[in-house]
């Protein structure tokens, strides 16, 4: 400083330094690192010869040390964005010119040693049937202080490979007194991946629920420890209770007063064990009817082993056990009345398998069901018959 004072008085020209760093020595000894603007400029007397040097200095420590932590700040933020592979753009919604770093560039297919170019041709390269949502939401965004806040998906086509790719953009516009904002600016990230296996799994969902329609399954899923919480629309529909009396155990109130019971006594089981549950009871239809269901249900792990939910389908099988009923006892009839026939009786599945006999067979040829059953009946066969009966039995099976 000694050194521009002489400079000063010898040529007689003003100087000015700005954010000159002085160490200052406090009145307690101390010393502490300043910034300062200063200006030592000449002071004439009547004749114009120099007599001495005004000074004046200002303090800027403090704007130094915040602009220094901005710069820190945003070099930090820069680096993050491109360790994140985001790409960042600026628009002056003014005169809609965009900045935009490389990975925006890339996105959109924009000169990539252009970093300004006119939002419109960012505008052109979002897909045709997104285009007009995305400029509605950004007209909003930059003349309505209440919707500053920006954050939306949609698709860009790519003008240079031609591949489209999904994208999420979030930003804020900033508004000082005028009616449009004087800046709007935010990133943009790839989230085609994501979109992707979003969509994936949405067509695995509807496979698997269109799957459980045509064999008129109810789906529902419950909580790790076997509660059932959430919507699930199929229960309701069949038993017409509302989520807030189907929740925790209360979908058990829709079962058959005789089957509660062992079916929580079951499930509780399973889900300690975290096994596979299959069971079978009735269930209330929303009409007051009980009908039969076939219940299964898996536990759905995580790699820890640990539950992430259970998913199960309720089948309804009444028709199928009524059938059955009425088989086993037409069944039942038929074996009576070849029980009071005379003649003997016997019956064999398609393969010939010998699986019943009347009473008359038994008391002919005093030999018991384990001892004739399958092939058996031919050891009761005369000798000289036996090959030829065997050879007509067999072409019996082979031609129907």
Same mark, same amino acid.
């Given at each position: 400083?000694?050194?521009?004072?002489?400079?000063?008085?010898?040529?007689?020209?003003?100087?000015?330094? +700005?954010?000159?760093?002085?160490?200052?020595?406090?009145?307690?000894? =101390?010393?502490?690192?300043?910034?300062?603007?200063?200006?030592?400029?000449?002071?004439?007397?009547?004749?114009?010869?120099?007599? @001495? *040097?005004?000074?004046?200095?200002?303090?800027?420590?403090?704007?130094?040390?915040?602009?220094?932590?901005?710069?820190?700040?945003?070099?930090?933020?820069?680096?993050?964005?491109?360790?994140?592979?985001?790409?960042?753009?600026?628009?002056?919604?003014?005169?809609?010119?965009?900045? =935009?770093?490389?990975?925006?560039?890339?996105?959109?297919?924009?000169?990539?040693?252009?970093?300004?170019?006119?939002? =419109?041709?960012?505008?052109?390269?979002?897909?045709?049937?997104?285009?007009?949502? !995305?400029?509605?939401?950004?007209?909003?965004?930059?003349?309505?202080?209440? &919707?500053?806040?920006?954050?939306?998906?949609?698709?860009? !086509?790519?003008?240079?490979?031609?591949?489209?790719?999904?994208?999420?953009?979030?930003?804020? /516009? #900033?508004?000082?007194?005028?009616?449009?904002?004087?800046? +709007?600016?935010?990133?943009?990230?790839?989230?085609?991946?994501?979109?992707?296996?979003?969509?994936?799994?949405?067509?695995?969902?509807?496979?698997?629920?269109?799957?459980?329609? /045509?064999?008129?399954?109810?789906?529902?899923?419950?909580?790790?420890?076997?509660?059932?919480?959430?919507?699930?629309?199929?229960?309701?529909?069949?038993?017409?209770?509302?989520?807030?009396?189907?929740? @925790?155990?209360?979908?058990?109130?829709?079962?058959?007063?005789?089957?509660?019971?062992?079916?929580?006594?079951?499930?509780? *089981?399973? !889900?300690?064990?975290?096994?596979?549950?299959?069971?079978? &009871?009735?269930?209330?239809?929303?009409?007051?009817? #009980?009908?039969?269901? &076939?219940?299964?249900?898996?536990?759905?792990?995580?790699?820890?082993?640990?539950?992430?939910?259970?998913?199960?389908?309720?089948?309804?099988?009444?028709?199928?056990?009524?059938?059955?009923?009425?088989?086993?006892?037409?069944?039942?009839?038929?074996?009576?009345?070849?029980?009071?026939?005379?003649?003997?009786?016997?019956?064999?599945?398609?393969?010939? #398998?010998?699986?019943?006999?009347?009473?008359?067979?038994?008391?002919?040829?005093?030999?018991?069901?384990?001892?004739?059953?399958?092939?058996?009946?031919? &050891?009761?066969?005369?000798?000289?018959? /036996?090959?030829?009966?065997?050879?007509?039995?067999?072409?019996?099976?082979?031609?129907?």
């Amino acid at each position: 400083f000694i050194s521009l004072l002489q400079d000063v008085l010898k040529t007689g020209e003003a100087v000015r330094g +700005f954010e000159q760093p002085i160490s200052f020595r406090r009145p307690d000894g =101390s010393v502490e690192r300043l910034y300062c603007n200063f200006e030592y400029a000449p002071y004439y007397d009547n004749g114009g010869d120099i007599t @001495g *040097v005004m000074a004046i200095a200002y303090d800027v420590s403090v704007q130094v040390r915040e602009k220094r932590a901005r710069t820190i700040a945003e070099g930090e933020v820069q680096a993050a964005i491109a360790a994140a592979d985001l790409g960042y753009w600026h628009v002056d919604p003014r005169d809609n010119s965009l900045r =935009s770093n490389r990975r925006t560039r890339e996105l959109f297919g924009l000169p990539p040693d252009e970093e300004n170019v006119d939002l =419109s041709v960012a505008i052109d390269a979002i897909h045709d049937e997104d285009r007009s949502r !995305v400029v509605e939401t950004i007209q909003q965004t930059v003349t309505d202080p209440a &919707h500053a806040d920006y954050d939306i998906e949609y698709r860009v !086509v790519n003008p240079i490979d031609g591949l489209t790719r999904h994208v999420r953009a979030m930003g804020k /516009a #900033y508004f000082e007194s005028g009616p449009v904002a004087y800046r +709007f600016s935010g990133t943009i990230q790839d989230i085609t991946t994501r979109k992707e296996a979003e969509e994936a799994l949405l067509a695995s969902q509807q496979r698997f629920s269109a799957a459980i329609e /045509a064999v008129q399954g109810i789906l529902w899923t419950n909580s790790p420890d076997g509660r059932m919480e959430g919507a699930q629309p199929g229960w309701s529909k069949l038993t017409g209770q509302p989520q807030e009396e189907y929740e @925790g155990y209360g979908w058990t109130a829709a079962l058959h007063p005789d089957d509660v019971a062992p079916t929580v006594q079951a499930w509780d *089981v399973a !889900v300690r064990e975290k096994k596979r549950f299959v069971f079978e &009871h009735r269930v209330r239809r929303a009409d007051g009817v #009980y009908r039969t269901f &076939h219940v299964q249900a898996i536990p759905i792990l995580y790699t820890d082993g640990a539950i992430s939910q259970w998913v199960g389908v309720h089948t309804d099988i009444t028709e199928q056990r009524r059938a059955e009923q009425a088989l086993r006892r037409n069944e039942g009839q038929l074996r009576m009345l070849a029980d009071f026939m005379p003649q003997i009786v016997w019956a064999t599945d398609a393969e010939g #398998y010998h699986d019943f006999y009347n009473e008359r067979w038994y008391e002919y040829t005093g030999l018991s069901y384990e001892e004739t059953k399958g092939e058996g009946w031919a &050891h009761v066969l005369h000798p000289d018959d /036996a090959p030829r009966s065997w050879q007509v039995w067999q072409h019996s099976l082979n031609t129907g």
